[in-house]
């Protein structure tokens, strides 16, 4: 049960895209298509954002879009808001009724 | 309005107990998945364990696997965690989460509802 792998920082200027790359092991990331992603604002709880590796719950901005390869999950944010300055970390279903979490990535709007 | 509300946090000794609770209103509580994920102070999410609707599909940890039990009472709308042999490294944020149903009417293995938390401080 080791974390997924995401860059610590990311950032862009609004109206620009960034993208948060999330690596995991053939044990989770590779072997289901349950991958999902949450937002965190200061001192609030995590949003649920994209799940099942691309699909967005009710209410989700399609600015907000996420893909997978192989071990590799990946969320996209486009035309990055000031409001999209959060915490971003991926999950992935690892078996059994385990679960997994990313390390985290902060992204900032310049 | 659909909410989680956890209590039971608090200031511990290492190798004290601690039992946290989770109340749910405004959904169907015996028809959901319920986790409890943890956040360190200025650290990442770290799932913790996971119970399903009936009580009968328990995951937990490995890091919390052996002192943590998980249960829910669904007649009371409510999850638990009891936390035995607590260790500084537990100290963190407890949520609890629900388990989110997809469009297409199955688990999709990801949280949707949260809880705002309660804190557990392990210390001397």
């Known amino acids: 049960q080791s974390a997924l792998t995401q860059p610590p920082s990311a950032s862009g200027s609004p109206g620009e895209s960034v993208t948060i790359s999330c690596t995991g092991a053939?044990?989770?990331?590779?072997?289901?298509?349950?991958v999902s992603w949450y937002q965190q604002h200061p001192g609030k709880a995590p949003k649920l954002i994209i799940y099942?590796?691309?699909k967005r719950p009710s209410g989700v901005p399609d600015r907000f879009s996420g893909s997978k390869s192989g071990n590799t999950a990946s969320l996209t944010v486009s035309g990055l808001q000031a409001e999209d300055e959060a915490d971003y970390y991926c999950?992935?279903?690892?078996?059994?009724?385990?679960?997994?979490f990313g390390s985290g990535t902060k992204v900032t709007v310049l | 309005e659909v909410q989680l509300v956890e209590s039971g946090g608090g200031l511990v000794q290492p190798g004290r107990s601690l039992r946290l609770s989770c109340g749910a209103s405004?959904?169907?509580?015996?028809?959901?998945?319920m986790r409890w994920v943890r956040q360190g102070p200025g650290k990442g999410l770290e799932w913790v364990a996971g119970?399903?609707?009936?009580?009968?599909?328990?995951g937990y940890a490995d890091s919390v696997k052996g002192r943590f039990t998980i249960s829910r009472d669904n007649a009371k709308n409510s999850l638990y965690l009891q936390m035995n042999s607590l260790r500084t490294e537990d100290t963190a944020l407890y949520y609890c989460?629900?388990?989110?149903?997809?469009?297409?009417?199955?688990?999709?293995?990801?949280?949707?509802?949260w809880g705002q938390g309660t804190m557990v401080t392990v210390s001397s």
């Open positions: 119970i399903n609707w009936l009580g009968n599909d328990i």
């Open positions: 099942e590796v691309n």
């Open positions: 999950s992935s279903y690892a078996g059994v009724n385990i679960y997994v």
């Open positions: 053939s044990s989770d990331v590779g072997s289901y298509n349950f």
């Open positions: 989460a629900r388990d989110f149903i997809g469009t297409s009417g199955t688990p999709a293995n990801a949280f949707d509802i």
């Open positions: 405004g959904f169907t509580f015996e028809d959901s998945a």
